[in-house]
């Protein structure tokens, strides 16, 4: 259980990049054995507060101390030496080694003669620290033959082998299936017992109460309080997160559809995708619920051109076109807001404006030649109508924030005037101040007459927004409902069912 | 302290400018011969091969990618151009039939790496190879000599006291830069560069980009070879042998990122003109050929060096 003193205690921490102060004097206190929730919106600090701790990024202020002692000299090796072990969001393995040679990879012991490493030794230890996380995993597997959950397992015992006293864990469930996140609560508490602090960063609130202990807040890089979890309540810590109520989570909207903007009609890619056939109409916004695996995103990208497909076929505006690259759907008016946005939807080393005006740098140009200005006012008015935040339009992108690289993916498909718009897991890794304003944007969007397909594993969500639902299961559309009559149960039933009884 | 955006962004490029400028003061002071006219010209002339030739080789490690093939390139077209010369061609026709077998080369290698997916180094490893047979088998391995003055005009010529050499790769170097940062070809080699996936889901036509940018490698080769063939007055199926290395680390001294996405024509010229000032300056100084290719080296090291201690201090 948790005691009263101090394992960790961070004072006065600020940090300055150029033209933004991304912590301002910010504390954090974390006692040993407790789970310690550092929650705020994307671009509040967290992440950096986190790096400084782990001797990744330099303060320029603040002091940090472990047990009473000063952390002072800079690097990751001091922090490690400290105590302190961090679970990135994108993990830190080698493929291609075992799962024992990357939990002690920089730490082998050797044999005598130098060099040479002591495998027996590598593989026993390894067996032994997964046996005490209590995880079935076998210490001589692969590390690319694993599952996600797997992974993150082995990185968990990986962090643990340096004898970490503060464990600090970047959204360790966004991969994870409900099981698997019981499993690593389980393992969590483990650690709790043995008076390992753990620092948890994550969106999904409802994990939060499950597992956490205190909360502390943070607002763009200002600490603005820590509270224990069993004194607080969601729409608590959401107006802490956001300074602001957030009554309507999920605004609602009338809608009329208008036109049939895209029929899809026995679609089929081998293996994957089974005779799917389904419409969107003009204003109208059609969720697409189902499992992971289930093929939505198969689905979206077979549409979108970027996957072959085996039959069926696509009318865009009552015209069958023949799509058969992202390069034909763009062109007949579709757009994709991919999952993935770092590797897939922007070039991060580009500028804002250079990213905006990526899908529709012909209708820039004159005979090959770009026209800057136009480019540039083009992605000022994109970056004040969605409200993405960033020091300016030449700003790379790399720079910026979850959130606001979502929206300039989404000013991408707006600024060429996309009319179909596929969204895949739009809100994915997005605090929930920036959801509420990706929900009002794809509601404005619906009411100027885009026709929207969003893919979403958050049910609330997908129920919230969708005038009409799909449910996707083992590559076939199982059903459709009206919004206003499903329910999370009824998706879920669908979802789950097997089409073999 | 604020620094302008400009010099933020081009921080890279001064720090090769400062460089090449420091090596310029250096070198007037070791010696009297270094900063006069006729040497400088002289200077410029000599780089203008290697500079051509590493625009292209800026243009495909933007992208992401890497050419071997362009010093084979610079054989086989000349001495396909070279044997149009003597077999009485135009020198126009010639020379266009020479810088044709370049961007040909090229766009082999491009059409390998796009549609054939074969990793760059491999595609034009393979190319340095056929072409420098190629070359070898078009003149049965001997050299292609003797041309007339109005071809050799293009080494000797002078318009209004610059060599003619020092022109074209002014030119080069002005076309290359406006088309890289003003076109929609720049922007689609940088967005290739910096992340294929992203660019190919936007509807860039990231194939034929690709093609193009491996054909542009080929014609700015087979460029260099017109101004090698027409100062030695002669072509020689052996000739540019490791021009394909000097063309990299030009451009990598420039601080163009081998890892793509990222880079300049500007910072290639300089790191062009670096390396020629220092071979100069050393031949100058009665430097030995051999301690030449050691401090080249070293030179080029400690550029990239000072580049990622200089980005590391940033972080």
């Known amino acids: 259980m948790a005691t009263e003193c101090p394992l960790l205690r961070m004072t006065g921490v600020s940090k300055r990049y150029p033209g933004v102060v991304a912590l301002d004097g910010v504390d954090l206190e974390v006692r040993k054995g407790e789970v310690h929730i550092l929650l705020g919106e994307n671009g509040a600090g967290k992440s950096t507060l986190m790096k400084i701790l782990a001797g990744a990024v330099r303060r320029d202020e603040g002091t940090i101390e472990i047990d009473g002692v000063p952390l002072d000299e800079p690097g990751p090796r001091a922090a490690q030496a400290a105590g302190v072990s961090i679970i990135y969001q994108e993990f830190n393995l080698i493929p291609h080694l075992t799962v024992a040679e990357n939990i002690f990879l920089g730490r082998e012991r050797g044999l005598g003669f130098p060099g040479v490493i002591d495998q027996g030794w590598i593989f026993r230890e390894a067996e032994r620290r997964l046996t005490d996380l209590g995880v079935a995993i076998d210490a001589r597997a692969v590390v690319d033959d694993l599952g996600v959950a797997e992974q993150q397992m082995v990185e968990v015992a990986k962090a643990l082998s340096i004898d970490a006293k503060v464990l600090v864990m970047d959204e360790p469930t966004s991969a994870l299936t409900d099981k698997e996140i019981v499993r690593l609560f389980s393992v969590i508490r483990g650690l709790q017992a043995r008076g390992v602090a753990v620092i948890y960063i994550s969106h999904r609130m409802e994990e939060l109460f499950q597992i956490g202990d205190r909360v502390t807040v943070l607002r763009d890089g200002r600490l603005i309080g820590t509270r224990t979890i069993r004194d607080t309540t969601m729409d608590g810590l959401i107006q802490m997160m956001v300074g602001r109520d957030l009554t309507e989570k999920f605004p609602k909207r009338a809608v009329t559809p208008g036109e049939e903007l895209l029929k899809v009609e026995g679609l089929a890619r081998r293996g994957v995708l089974h005779d799917i056939s389904f419409t969107l109409r003009r204003g109208e916004v059609v969720g697409l619920a189902g499992l992971m695996g289930s093929g939505r995103t198969e689905l979206a990208r077979a549409i979108f051109g970027a996957d072959p497909i085996d039959a069926g076929s696509i009318r865009i505006r009552g015209r069958e076109v023949k799509i058969d690259s992202p390069r034909a759907a763009i062109h007949a008016g579709v757009g994709f807001l991919t999952e993935d946005r770092k590797r897939q939807g922007l070039v991060l080393a580009l500028s804002v404006t250079e990213n905006v005006c990526l899908a529709n740098v012909n209708r820039m140009a004159t005979a090959g030649c770009m026209h800057l200005a136009q480019e540039e006012s083009a992605a000022q008015r994109y970056i004040t109508d969605l409200r993405i935040k960033t020091p300016g339009a030449a700003q790379r992108v790399m720079n910026l924030s979850g959130g606001n690289q979502q929206k300039v993916v989404l000013a991408k498909w707006l600024c060429r005037e996309t009319e179909i718009l596929l969204f895949d897991e739009p809100t994915r890794g997005i605090d929930v101040g920036s959801k509420v304003e990706i929900y009002q944007l794809i509601n404005r969007l619906a009411a100027e007459g885009k026709a929207i397909l969003m893919i979403s594993s958050e049910l609330p969500e997908i129920l919230g927004m969708s005038d009409r639902i799909l449910v996707m299961n083992r590559g076939r559309i199982a059903g459709e409902f009206q919004a206003a009559a499903a329910t999370q149960e009824s998706l879920l039933q669908c979802a789950l069912a097997s089409s073999h009884p | ?315």
């Not at chain 2, 135009?90 to 040909?104: E, F, H, I, K, Q």
């Not at chain 2, 294929?196 to 509807?203: C, M, W």
Request: overall charge positive.
């Open chain 2, 1 to 315: 302290m604020k620094i302008p955006p400009v010099i933020a962004s081009h921080a890279r490029q001064f720090g090769t400018l400062l460089v090449f400028m420091v090596l310029c003061v250096v070198l007037t002071v070791l010696t009297p011969h270094f900063l006069t006219v006729s040497n400088l010209l002289n200077v410029a002339q000599q780089t203008s091969i290697n500079a051509v030739i590493a625009v292209g080789l800026t243009y495909v490690i933007i992208s992401a990618g890497i050419d071997l093939s362009v010093g084979s390139i610079v054989a086989f077209s000349g001495v396909v151009m070279a044997g149009a010369l003597q077999a009485g061609w135009p020198v126009a026709a010639a020379v266009l039939t020479g810088l044709a077998v370049g961007t040909g080369c090229g766009i082999v290698n491009g059409l390998l790496i796009a549609f054939g997916r074969l990793p760059p180094f491999i595609a034009t490893l393979g190319m340095m190879s056929v072409a420098r047979g190629l070359g070898l088998l078009h003149t049965d391995g001997r050299p292609v000599s003797g041309f007339g003055d109005a071809f050799r005009w293009l080494a000797n010529g002078e318009v209004v006291g610059v060599p003619v050499p020092v022109l074209i790769m002014l030119g080069v170097y002005a076309a290359a830069h406006f088309v890289l940062r003003r076109t929609k070809f720049g922007r689609y080699v940088f967005a290739i560069g910096g992340n294929e996936e992203a660019s190919l889901l936007s509807g860039v036509p990231v194939a034929a980009y690709k093609v193009a940018v491996y054909a542009v490698s080929g014609l700015l080769a087979a460029l260099g070879s017109v101004l090698l063939t027409a100062r030695l007055n002669s072509a020689q199926p052996i000739a540019g042998i490791n021009y394909e290395l000097d063309a990299i680390a030009a451009t990598v001294i420039g601080g163009t990122s081998l890892m793509g996405g990222q880079g300049s024509v500007i910072g290639t010229l300089i790191g062009a003109l670096i390396m020629g000032v220092l071979r100069n300056g050393l031949n100058l100084l009665g430097v030995s050929s051999f301690f030449q290719q050691v401090v080249i080296g070293a030179v080029i090291i400690a550029a990239v060096l000072l580049d990622t201690v200089f980005k590391r201090q940033k972080r």
